[in-house]
């Protein structure tokens, strides 16, 4: 029996483990070839490749163009037998072959292509409501096919409907009557109440959102609130300001609040803004005391968020030039905290993870009370806060948690159970009031002295404080006065968060209050220690809002 050449060479290659020669050397050697007769090779299949498809291209895909492994022949791996395109598709010849196909129902017998319309091919069209074409000024173009047969161009000439313009004499909405005042988009306002945008038409995709009563979003090329301007800037109101004003509208201009309405407007005044404010305390009694609210130009070093004014509400003195905040003012006005906020916490103040409860006794409180009629497109708002309290360090979970707290009255469901939005949560459970207690598991009082303890005199021995993080916006107030007190590296007369976003939920278009106070806490404290909100920067959000505080 002759060897084969490819046995040969292998025998070769092996010469140091077999005596070669012949097939029968090789299955003396234990190795089975299964060669079918004639092509030499250990396969079977005839084609003398070794791949066993047949096709002599050493692939195993049967087709005999190397490499691809498609089994189409055509050698660009695609499956389609057509070199070089890459396209699975199979060239048509007639229109049927291009039943179902995503580039058209058209065949181009040229190119063998599928395409949806024959390339220069002109046709009418119109892409306003149906049953306006031809009412009014609506009227239908022409659209011509583009050059690779692939889609249509724009539809060149039509005339499609747009918002009633009132008393033109004009059917602009092409709806077969001239100037009616429709509510179109059911937004509370027709043509003739100002509504620049009652239908879908040019910029404006979105007309519910889109009236009189929206507030300006810039950046989106519409004009929300049909004033005939777009994208304008939200305005300032706060320059000139008096510090020591009594006026309760001008603290709402410190904090950009600056659009004024009314509860019960006629149906084309009916625009967002505010609609009372007033400064009070929580129990609704006056506030006789105005010494302990403000609208400066700064605090200390620290500077209005938004313009030039900003809010600041104290249970002692809002002036930045006072004395020690630790050895504040006593106001001595005591009354309960309101009940219905602390109804959902047993009937006592709220209490921080890890601390006890503190009673339901307020003192010395001030409260900025506001009534707002929401714009027509927000779902939720925010503003900008800082904190400041004089019982840290030394009474960091004891007998004295002053805070500030933000009740919102609306109907949305997005806000707390409790209605206070002045909450920090950690996403760890931990709901914590906006007070001192802050200082000892939230991270989130952070204008102390670095390194330093708190807590000598409230939480059982002084603890460490690794939030605190600068005592930058203490110096300069009275906060930042000096007072050793209990030791542990504070030096100073109290602290702070910095500042806050405070955010809350909404109803488009909704009446609903939002009161904001800060007292000393504390069943039998002197009211001495203070405690101090700096508010400002309001702002509209058109999307709901996670209710709460989060750290700038």
Known sequence: MTSHPRAVAMCLSLSVLFACGSDDAMFSAGLTTHDAPGDGEATGDGDGDGDGDGDGDGDDDGDGDPGDGDGDGDGDGDGDGDPGDGDPEIPCATDTDCEGSPKGGLCDTDTGVCITCLPGTVEPCYTGAEGTENVSHCVGGQQTCAADGSKFGDCEGESTPVTEICANNIDDDCNGVTDDNLDNDNDGWGACEGDCCDIVSGDCSSPELVNPGAYEFQGNMVDDDCDGVVDEAPIACDDGLNENSVNPDHFAMAMELCQFTSLNPAPIDRVWGVIEAEVKLPNGAPLTHWEQVGIPTNYGPNQPKANNAMVVLSSGWASDTAASAEWGKAWN????????????????????????????????????????????????????????????????????????????????????????????????????????????????????????????????????????????????????????????????????????????????????????????????GSGLADALVIIDNWRWQLEPSAPGVEPQ
């Open 333 to 524: 006005v005591v009354q309960t905290a309101p009940p219905a906020w602390t109804m959902h916490h047993g009937g006592f103040l709220p209490k921080n993870p890890g601390c006890g409860q503190n009673g339901n006794t307020i003192r010395d409180p001030s409260m900025l009370e506001l009534t707002i009629r929401a714009p027509t497109n927000a779902l939720s708002f925010t503003v900008d806060i800082d904190f400041f309290n004089a019982e840290y360090p030394e009474w960091v979970c004891g007998n004295y948690q002053d805070m500030f707290v933000a009740l919102i009255g609306s109907a949305s469901p997005n806000n707390p159970a409790d209605s206070n939005i002045a909450i920090y949560d950690n996403g760890m459970g931990g709901q914590f009031p906006l007070g001192v207690n802050l200082a000892r598991d939230s991270g989130l009082f952070r204008q102390c002295a670095p390194g330093s303890t708190f807590g000598c005199q409230g939480s059982g021995g002084n603890q460490p404080a690794p939030a605190c993080a600068s005592v930058v916006q203490l110096l300069g107030t009275p906060y930042g006065a000096n007072d050793p007190g209990c030791g542990g590296g504070h030096t100073y007369s109290g602290g702070a968060t910095g500042w806050l976003t405070m955010s809350g939920n909404v109803v488009p278009g909704e009446v609903f209050t939002l009161e904001l106070f800060v007292f000393d806490a504390g069943e039998g």
